[in-house]
């Protein structure tokens, strides 16, 4: 439906999907403004008719953002939002109709067959491409953000969406695509790394690519952070592939470091911190508890599978985007291994985790490399829990999740594993805890003096990856 609180001189903008990055998207464009202060668009937020996403569409229209978060200007930006009146949330994909725009949000998995391989299945997206096609009206511009197999645009995304016009009746022609990758970040700048951030976006034509420049213009601060242009959207689909690509390959790179400097007694995030000092390696990443949410686990693959799969090159291989995921996915298994080691077993120990999201203050859990750790723990016998400030339940592992800091007294380990900021203020040289117990700094969370308060004491001990 069309909500009567929406101006109809407004444009419409839907949004197709409404997880991590379509509800905050939904929220910075609703956000938009004209000259006068006033509200650019009217938004519809769309998911899928399930729970999941009828509790999303609620969650909007009651005004509260439906991911837990700590940042501020989101938490301003759904109020004003709210106030205004002009975005709505829904399941009905009916609702495409109204849309002069449509932003793309939805997941596109990796999935893996039984020997572990990944492989691709359009299916799901496919589906919604064709939801999409069956409403629009001719002349919408679709701009994919989703993080698709490079060709997903030129050659699954166009011809369903042109396919379903024709079945209707309407001219195919008259069709406007474009792909503009986010680059959205949860945490304390999650609307920020929307709305005040780099974009690379292209059109399958110079319209699409011009119409697409104009809308993200109206939502980004372009004068500060300019737009780039590639000529098609198989480049931009490889620009975002190659970006997560890159970041996963270097990440394990350190890891191999870190298990060396830690062998040979060296401080890696010493050595590391050293060498940034040089301007050309600023930016050098560092080992740490793995590599974990919906981007870095499963993109350096989509290359790979966008050559046999989209264009039918069966001999192009990625052995380093390959082997990147394999290393990361290992790492959370060597800090295990690394307190079975020091405990000398952990058969019945009770191991507190501290940290389950796959990053800091980020309440997302999808592929947190926590429940790599955790699985795995289990297997040898372990009584674990775990503590995290911004989960309650985790969906992964079907468990209850403590938000406070707990009575430290009864673990055997503590391992910290997410570089949450709450854990900054633990003040180690008063903290009670059990006997001989073992603190393990997973992921460079603990500050060097509370590493030297922990060390300082005759009572506990102190383990780590890379130190």
């Known amino acids: 439906m069309f909500p009567d609180k929406f101006n109809k001189n407004n444009k419409t903008v839907c949004v197709q999907g409404l997880g991590f990055v379509g509800s905050a998207m939904a929220l910075a464009i609703a956000n938009a403004r004209d000259s006068k202060g006033q509200p650019l668009y009217n938004v519809i937020g769309i998911d899928v008719p399930n729970e999941a996403g009828y509790k999303k569409a609620d969650s909007l229209n009651d005004g509260v953002f439906p991911f837990e978060n700590n940042d501020k200007k989101l938490e301003e930006a759904m109020k004003a939002a709210y106030e205004n009146g002009n975005l709505f949330a829904t399941t009905d994909v009916t609702d495409f109709k109204y849309a002069d725009v ?28 064709k939801g999409l096609g069956e409403n629009i009206k001719e002349g919408t511009l679709v701009i994919v953000e989703t993080t698709v197999p490079p060709g997903t645009c030129e050659k699954v995304v166009v011809p369903i969406l042109k396919e379903e016009l024709k079945k209707r009746g309407l001219n195919d022609n008259n069709l406007y695509v474009a792909h503009s990758y986010e680059r959205v970040m949860p945490g304390e700048n999650y609307f920020d790394s929307i709305v005040n951030f780099w974009r690379v976006y292209s059109g399958i034509n110079e319209e699409s690519a011009d119409r697409c420049e104009a809308f993200l213009k109206t939502v980004i601060k372009t004068d500060e952070y300019p737009l780039t242009r590639l000529e098609k959207t198989t480049a931009t689909e490889i620009s975002k592939v190659l970006e997560n690509s890159y970041r996963a390959t270097t990440i394990a790179f350190m890891e191999e470091w870190g298990r060396f400097a830690e062998a040979v007694g060296v401080d890696l995030f010493e050595v590391i911190n050293a060498i940034r000092m040089r301007p050309t390696h600023s930016n050098m990443r560092q080992p740490g508890f793995g590599v974990g949410g919906y981007c870095l686990t499963k993109d350096p693959y989509f290359a790979k599978l966008a050559a046999k799969d989209i264009f039918g090159l069966d001999k192009m291989d990625f052995p380093f985007s390959t082997l990147a995921v394999k290393t990361n996915n290992v790492m959370p298994l060597v800090s295990l291994d690394k307190i079975d080691e020091i405990m000398g077993g952990l058969k019945e120990k009770k191991i507190l985790v501290m940290g389950v999201s796959y990053r800091q203050d980020v309440g997302d859990t999808r592929y947190s490399p926590t429940e790599i750790f955790a699985r795995e723990a289990v297997k040898k016998g372990c009584d674990i829990e775990y503590q995290d400030p911004l989960v309650d339940y985790w969906r992964e592992m079907d468990c209850k999740v403590i938000n406070d800091i707990p009575d430290f007294e ?9 570089q949450h900021k709450q854990y900054l203020n633990l003040d180690f040289s008063k903290t009670v805890f059990k006997n001989n117990a073992l603190i393990f700094d997973g992921n460079c969370v603990l500050t060097k003096k509370q590493i030297n308060d922990i060390k300082n004491r005759d009572d506990i001990r102190f383990g780590s990856i890379g130190r």
């Not at 997941?107 to 691709?120: A, I, M, R, S």
């Not at 009864?410 to 997410?418: C, G, L, N, Q, S």
């Open 102 to 129: 449509v932003v793309v949000d939805i997941n596109l998995d990796v999935y893996y067959d039984d020997n572990k391989e990944p492989y691709l299945d359009l299916t799901l997206f496919k589906n919604a491409m």
């Open 410 to 418: 009864k673990y055997d380990v503590i391992v910290f594993a997410v």
